[in-house]
């Protein structure tokens, strides 16, 4: 009598189980349309790499001692809803490449969600599976490829997503239409500051406040067109698009640190007018005050702006740089 016995597969650090989507001597078609599904691998066989953490590569010692168990789960076995396949290394349409995800030496993933942020889907372990990939639109090889590459690059994650959900597209143009009526706000302050001009005894305490106004309205202005602009965005060309996000973020960067920057010198003004209780000083004095505070306000958001430009333009394309960056 011949019995078969079938053993689940031991999970521990030494034999970590890593979800594959194929069986072991095959690796999945991305190309679009029905050639989807899993192929032949032939030559080359998917030997995933293996992080510590995300940003730590387990080293070749380290790897030695490690006997993955692959477990083989086809999509359609784990989800009810769809599946998106994720590539290793994604371009998106500025052309950026980056880690998209990575394979822990336990066998779960290491999901990124921002440069910065990486999420740990060992709390999710059934929803998702990995394998190699032939015909990804992200990679560097020709098109209608027929044998797996065998580079680490060449991977791909499946993973399950819930039904679509309605963004908060009508949200955000709601916020936009309120800072409309914000800016309107601050341009009558400045108005009226304009229309006071000669009741004001301290000229210079006045222009620290109109351009303190006026920097505020140039912020809820980009910020109005942050929320407005996806009116735009969804009927342009993606390097249009790139062109109008990147200078909303420039604007907004700005103008963040400019009005910081005026209202540390409306404060600096209250506190030194305050401290002493002397007279007004005369008109000249007070307008070297206000040159002053000018070159404070507008030299340290040029400053802080053109050095993020800067380390954007060396580093945008790096995300495992180190280097911090605006994002």
């Given amino acids: 009598m011949l019995s078969l016995r079938v053993c689940n597969a031991t999970c521990t650090g030494d034999t970590p189980c890593i979800r594959k989507c194929c069986d072991l001597n095959q690796v999945w078609n991305i190309a679009r349309g029905k050639r989807q599904g899993c192929f032949p691998a032939r030559q080359h066989l998917w030997q995933p790499e293996l992080y510590k953490t995300p940003k730590i590569k387990a080293t070749e010692a380290e790897l030695n001692q490690i006997f993955p168990h692959y477990k083989i789960v086809h999509p359609k076995y784990f989800c009810n809803s769809s599946t ?12 950026r490449n980056y880690w998209k995800f990575r ?6 993933a290491f999901h990124r969600i921002s440069r910065y942020t990486w999420h740990d889907r060992d709390d999710h372990p059934d929803s998702y599976c990995f394998d190699g990939a032939i015909n990804s639109r992200y990679f560097t090889v020709e098109t209608n490829q027929t044998e797996f590459s065998g580079a680490a690059v060449d991977g791909v994650l499946f993973e399950c997503l819930p039904p679509d959900i309605v963004g908060s597209r009508p949200q955000s143009y ?7 009526f914000s800016c309107f706000l ?12 000669d009741r004001q005894p301290n000229h210079a305490w006045t222009l620290t406040l109109i351009s303190y106004d006026l920097s505020l309205f140039c912020l809820y202005l980009f910020l109005t067109l942050m929320h407005v602009s996806q009116f735009y965005i969804r009927q342009s060309p993606s390097d249009q698009i790139n062109t109008l996000c990147y200078s909303i973020a ?7 640190v400019s009005t910081f920057c005026w209202m540390s010198a409306v404060n600096f003004d209250l506190f030194r007018t305050f401290k002493v209780l002397k007279p007004t000083t005369g008109r000249s004095q007070g307008l070297r005050r206000y040159l ?10 040029i400053t802080i702006v053109t050095v993020g430009i800067i380390l954007d333009s060396m580093y ?5 740089s180190g280097i911090v960056i605006p994002e």
């Fill in 103 to 108: 394979i822990s030496t336990e066998g779960h």
């Fill in 84 to 95: 998106v396949p994720i590539a290793i290394e994604e371009r998106d349409d500025l052309g």
């Fill in 250 to 256: 420039v604007g907004i960067n700005f103008f963040v």
């Fill in 174 to 180: 709601l916020y936009g239409v309120l800072m409309v």
């Fill in 292 to 301: 002053g505070y000018a070159v404070f306000a507008w030299t340290v958001p």
């Fill in 186 to 197: 601050l341009l009558l302050t400045v108005l009226v500051h304009i229309l006071l001009w």
């Fill in 316 to 320: 945008r394309n790096d995300f495992d």
